[in-house]
């Protein structure tokens, strides 16, 4: 990591020389260690789109890995014998342990080659996964569930700084749409793999199913070549979307400071803080309907459940490419035009998605609740994507990294409540559908906290953007 330059930005006259030149080809030194290449500003992907399937492909076996438990869960609690509560706890205690890394992550992904990192997190699964179904005691499969989540969360930071500058504004939320395509198709596919997996063979085999992908898509990220550091607005700049050259203020904000103070600071932009806040309640809402969803049609709706866990994750999958489908392409359309665009954008989706999830609680029969959930789905993916792009949209690029750390630092602590929350009402209860209801609070919550944060986004993103 140290053969990185402590200041990646291209040569002032360079930058100079390309604003001059409009939306031409410009020279512009775009990669670490490479000489400059000529870049056309009028492409929307001037780099094209490898690194985010790369990236896409990193988030869907994470999330993949983390949900076969979700698939195979009956086969597990029948063999070791633990209850609705502990079932819970696994991914609570997985996501906790990930906090802990979470900012230092963020630091070294400022510091550091960052796919290089990315590549290092996915083997580290891959192994951890293989572990996962080598453990012969409850307490052995606890502690290795933990040591992967403490790793699985690692490669978001430096993914999602890498994103943010492989792509300017008028595309990141296509690119941030890919990567939470991804993601939450991995959500349903894990699901829908490990019960099918588990029904067919075993339990263990899952686990082990799934470390071959993991090993080839490390082999991947090494492909994509490291960018410099604020490539992405460099461009935005240049297409006249902000200053022509980074503010004082923006260059004074990239002097040394301690992890923590630089965490603190950029946790005072008052948009980030809302968008936060709003996802945390969201992913609380998300983690536990997906990780409980099979169980609640399972004992509700009578559905085998293998059957249950292919059902949803064949349904929440087709919502979310629908949702990612409009919600990126919306999104990405007013960005810059009109007013807090995407934090709007993202209020609707999510208002949908919340009234959706009421009504899988509220109401009975299969085949309404099925529809209900494919919605959710398409509410949630559709807002997803245009938070994440807004959550690069308002961080200095020189601080992106540790800023996306704090970020999912946040969001795993939400995010780790939700499995655990219906384990726990469920045990209290005795109904898996009263313990859905603890989802309904706060997924409203987050729709309301977005119009909070729309306030004050434009202001926020002007000032990244010159101080990047």
């Known amino acids: 990591m140290s053969n990185q330059p402590t200041d990646d930005r291209p040569p002032e006259q360079e930058e100079t020389a390309a604003a001059a030149t409009a939306l031409g080809t410009v020279p512009l030194t775009a990669f670490v260690g490479r000489p400059p290449m000529d870049v056309d500003l009028a492409r929307p992907a001037p780099f094209g789109w490898w690194a985010a399937i790369v990236i896409a492909l990193v988030a869907f076996i994470d999330r993949i890995e983390v949900n076969l ?40 992904a400022d510091k550091g080659r960052r796919t290089w990192i990315v590549a290092l997190v ?18 052995m499969f606890f502690v290795i569930r933990i040591l992967l989540g403490a790793a699985g969360q690692l490669y978001n930071p430096p993914a999602s700084s890498l994103l943010a500058d492989y792509f300017p504004g008028s595309t990141r939320g296509k690119a941030f749409g890919l990567e939470r395509a ?14 099918a997996v588990a029904e067919a063979l075993d339990w263990r085999a899952v686990f082990f199913i799934v470390a071959i992908p993991g090993v080839l ?30 503010t004082t203020e923006g260059a004074a904000s990239a002097a040394p400071t301690s992890m923590f103070a630089e965490a603190r600071a ?49 349904v929440g999958g087709v919502g979310i490419v629908i949702g990612i489908i409009l919600g990126s392409r919306i999104g990405d359309r007013g960005h810059g035009v009109k007013p807090g665009w995407r934090i709007r954008v993202s209020l609707w989706f999510l208002l949908v998605g919340a009234l959706s999830i009421t009504g899988v609680v509220v ?26 792009a807004a959550s690069a949209d308002v961080v200095p690029a020189s601080r992106r990294g540790l800023g ?26 005795g109904s898996i559908n009263i313990a859905f209801l603890a989802l309904v609070p706060p997924l409203f919550a987050s729709v309301l906290i977005l119009r909070w944060a729309a306030v004050t986004y434009d202001d926020d993103a002007r000032k990244a953007l010159a101080g990047g």
């Open 404 to 429: 996306f750390a704090a970020v999912q630092f946040l969001l795993s602590l939400g995010g780790a409540l939700g499995p655990f929350l219906i384990g726990v009402v469920s045990d209290a209860t």
């Open 69 to 108: 438990i979700a698939g195979a869960l009956p086969a597990i609690q029948e063999e070791f014998g633990f209850s609705d509560t502990w079932a819970g706890a696994i991914p609570t205690a997985a996501s906790l342990a990930a906090v802990v890394l979470l900012l230092p992550a963020g630091r070294l």
């Open 266 to 314: 950029v946790l005072q932009i008052t948009s980030l803080r809302g968008i936060t806040l709003s996802l945390a309640l969201l992913y609380l809402g998300l983690g536990g309907l997906f990780y409980w969803l099979p169980t609640l049609l399972e004992r509700t709706e009578d559905m085998a459940y293998d059957t249950a866990a292919g059902v949803a994750g064949g």
């Open 182 to 195: 991804g993601y939450y198709m991995g959500l349903p596919v894990g699901v829908a793999l490990g019960g």
């Open 122 to 139: 996915v083997l580290t699964w891959a192994l951890f996964s293989v572990a996962s179904g080598l453990a012969t005691t409850f307490a």
């Open 363 to 388: 109401l009975p029969g299969v085949a309404l609740r099925i529809g209900l959930v494919a919605l959710a789905c398409v509410g949630f993916a559709g807002a997803i994507p245009n938070l994440t």
């Open 217 to 246: 898509v490390a082999a991947l990220v090494l492909t994509v070549r490291e960018p410099v550091r604020g490539i992405g607005d460099r461009i935005d700049r240049l297409r006249g979307m902000g200053d022509t050259e980074p």
